[in-house]
């Protein structure tokens, strides 16, 4: 089965009680039994819920996995996979990365003894200078957010196979439509499906997705244990999500790739960075692991100006001034001071996330109107 087809039919079966079409809204908390421990599947919804489990069927088929877990949130699915660790335990992380992200790893999972080591893993073999033997976790994304910067995801499977460490891609910017990091030997993939899985900004939630039983496992015990699922009306949405993932993508990268171009030619740009360009530093990588570049476009002003940074968000019509990104329609947010303001300065500074940094997530509207909508923005006096 093709991914647009499995969009819309990956995973999925007719609702066993009457042939529904579309996996109803399973709106309980517990599940009658015949006999203690007889059910038909489900017995509290912590554990399972049939809505919920038909948008897990959707996450693995449409990232080739074979198992997936939907979460209450992105974080709360990066979180289960940090729980696979213990006190003295290290992670080598790219140091461009999710500032929600970020802070879980030093706020939180510093706290219980594990270390982090945020390296800049544009070249994979960096990484090997950061690998001991209580290295037991490599932490990727690519593009990374918000400087789309591409990691090599054979280049970093190879290293972690070696090392018998385990390897998460969030894989939240590109999609499965546009990269399926499982296909490449990487053992986890992780999404925060608030943005395009959902697509449709009314959902919060987390997904992830494996190929081994032993590792859903013990993924799967830990989210039941610690009761980070997300609801059965939000699983119904990414549900409905999801069928329309392929159409959407495809308007998103064409629009990204106009917006990308005519921020590049203005004269009040400074930097546009988009994977697309042939001047991007690893565009060659990202031909040969992505089958698009997507719809999210980073760009400063000239000479790192705040003031005009802000200006332009602040002016702007068509895109919204708004936290997260992925859906439908067009957002524009300022990282220093939104996404990853949790994020030091000093530590922001050395990635690019400088204080003139804008993140656009393109949506589908009509390109000519996006255009239009920067250009006023860029251009007010």
């Not at 007719?14 to 529904?20: I, L």
């Not at 030093?106 to 073999?125: D, L, R």
């Not at 390109?367 to 920067?374: N, S, T």
Request: aromatic share 8%.
């Amino acid at each position: 089965m093709k991914f647009n087809t499995k969009t819309i039919h990956g995973g999925q079966q007719p609702d066993a009680a009457y042939g529904a079409v579309m996996p109803p809204i399973y709106q309980t908390s517990t599940f009658a039994q015949a006999t203690p421990g007889g059910h038909k599947g489900y017995e509290y919804a912590r554990s399972g819920n049939p809505t919920r489990h038909a948008l897990e069927n959707a996450f693995a088929s449409i990232e080739n996995g074979t198992h997936g877990l939907a979460f209450s949130s992105g974080l709360a699915a990066i979180d289960t996979i940090l729980k696979l660790l213990k006190h003295g335990d290290e992670v080598i992380s790219t140091n461009d990365l999710y500032g929600g992200t970020y802070r879980l790893f030093t706020k939180i999972f510093e706290n219980f003894g594990v270390k982090f080591h945020f390296i800049g893993m544009q070249n994979a073999k960096d990484i090997e200078n950061y690998i001991n033997d209580k290295t037991k976790l490599i932490w990727v994304e690519t593009p990374t957010n918000p400087m789309l910067n591409i990691i090599d995801i054979v280049a970093t499977v190879n290293i972690a196979k070696a090392h018998n460490v385990l390897l998460a891609v969030d894989n939240t910017f590109a999609t499965p439509y546009l990269q399926r990091p499982l296909d490449f030997g990487a053992d986890i993939v992780m999404h925060s499906a608030t943005k395009y899985l959902g697509g449709h900004s009314d959902l919060v939630m987390g997904a992830l997705i494996v190929k081994d039983k032993e590792l859903a496992d013990r993924l799967y015990f830990i989210q039941n244990a610690s009761g980070a699922i997300c609801g059965p009306q939000d699983a119904f949405l990414a549900l409905r999500g999801i069928k329309t993932l392929h159409i959407r993508m495809q308007r998103h990268c064409e629009n990204g790739k106009a917006v990308a171009e005519y921020l590049a030619k203005h004269p009040k740009i400074e930097n546009v960075y988009w994977p697309g360009f042939e001047t991007h530093p690893n565009h060659a990588i990202a031909i040969t692991q992505m089958r698009g570049f997507g719809g999210m476009v980073s760009f400063t002003t000239k000479g790192n100006n705040y003031d005009e940074a802000i200006k332009i968000v602040e002016h702007l019509k068509v895109f919204t001034l708004a936290e997260s990104l992925g859906g439908v329609e067009s957002l524009a947010g300022h990282p220093a001071s939104m996404t990853h303001a949790s994020i030091p300065k000093a530590e922001r500074e050395k990635i690019g996330v400088v204080d003139s940094l804008i993140r656009l997530s393109v949506g589908i509207e009509d390109e000519d109107d996006l255009i239009a909508d920067l250009k006023q923005a860029i251009e007010v006096q």
